[in-house]
């Protein structure tokens, strides 16, 4: 885990976590739904990287 992980992997994650914590106080109907669309576009961008495109 070096540098380059910290900065495009956990401080990210660290900061959706934190917004998505506080989204789901406010509005969990909309928190939810967020949540829904992060979860597809990493599976999406995963999917992407993996076949090179």
């Given at each position: 885990m070096?540098?380059?992980?910290?900065?495009?992997g956990?401080?990210?994650?660290?900061?959706?976590?934190?917004a998505l914590i506080?989204?789901?106080f406010a509005f969990p109907?909309?928190?939810g739904t967020v949540l829904a669309?992060?979860?597809v576009?990493?599976?999406v961008g995963r999917s992407r990287?993996?076949?090179g495109r």
């Open positions: 070096g540098p380059d992980f910290l900065i495009h956990a401080i990210p994650m660290l900061v959706w976590a934190m506080a989204l789901a109907a909309a928190a669309i992060v979860v576009g990493l599976v990287r993996a076949t």
